[in-house]
């Protein structure tokens, strides 16, 4: 959290990162705050105490904001992945077809995407009946770790979440990879050793949380929920380690 403000504080403060690709990052940065103020203070109070206990409103509540924030995670990629494109691809054009005024507008679309969807899945939730003194083989709660625990009939709302995710996961997934094509291109035809270097470290930072986010998230949501170790090492992959 320290690290996450105080890249917050430099962007805000140092004129010279008031710069579109540093507005991206920040709100990234935001976005990594909201997880872990969703998931890691109730996972250090679980390792810490013997009463392992979660109310099903602040269950609800965490479901909200670690699926909100992933989702405004997987828009905003794919908006920096454009970013990256034109910066290398057309560095000449960057000035005006990425500007202060014009990033604004992604950027409050896929806060807002991110909200829409979270509200499409979890409403249908909140009306479900859950079973008394159940537990949740998991870190935190999440949607599917809930419809085990559901008294009531949950097959509408795995169509749901099963829909949604993966009309917005793969929409998202595409428009963030499909710009690196043209990249590694244009990065294979600079001829300086330097130059490839420089432009590769500008997006090779991107692209690892890129492939780790996406590579956990899909494991863990599209596989069949087994309560495998593996879920619980990649829903921590996502929500800790890429922050």
């Known amino acids: 959290m320290l690290g996450i403000l105080t890249l917050l504080l430099v962007i805000r403060t140092d004129s010279r990162l008031h710069t579109p690709m540093y507005f991206f990052l920040s709100h990234l940065s935001s976005l990594d705050l909201c997880f872990f103020l969703a998931t890691v203070p109730k996972l250090l109070e679980n390792l810490l105490s013997q ?12 479901v909200f904001f670690v699926f909100d924030s992933g989702g405004n995670e997987a828009c905003l990629l794919s908006v920096m992945a454009y970013d990256r494109y034109v910066a290398i691809c057309h560095p000449l054009l960057y000035g005006q077809k990425i500007t202060n005024k014009l990033c604004n507008g992604p950027v409050w679309r896929s806060w807002g995407l991110g909200f829409l969807d979270t509200f499409i899945n979890i409403l249908p939730v909140m009306s479900s009946d859950f079973c008394k003194d159940q537990s949740i083989p998991h870190y935190s709660c999440e949607l599917p770790s809930l419809f085990l625990l559901s008294c009531s009939d949950v097959s509408t709302n795995f169509t749901i979440l099963l829909c949604s995710s993966l009309l917005q996961g793969l929409e998202t997934c595409v428009l963030t990879l499909f710009p690196y094509t043209p990249i590694f291109s244009t990065i ?9 270097s420089k432009a590769f470290s500008t997006c090779s930072s991107h692209l690892t949380a890129v492939l780790l986010f996406y590579g956990s998230v899909f494991l863990h949501y599209y596989t069949p929920t087994s309560g495998s170790p593996l879920e619980l090492v990649f829903s921590v992959q996502y929500s800790v380690v890429i922050p």
């Open 51 to 62: 009463g392992k206990t979660i109310s099903v409103q602040g269950c609800l509540a965490q």
């Open 188 to 196: 294979l035809s600079i001829s300086s050793s330097s130059g490839r």
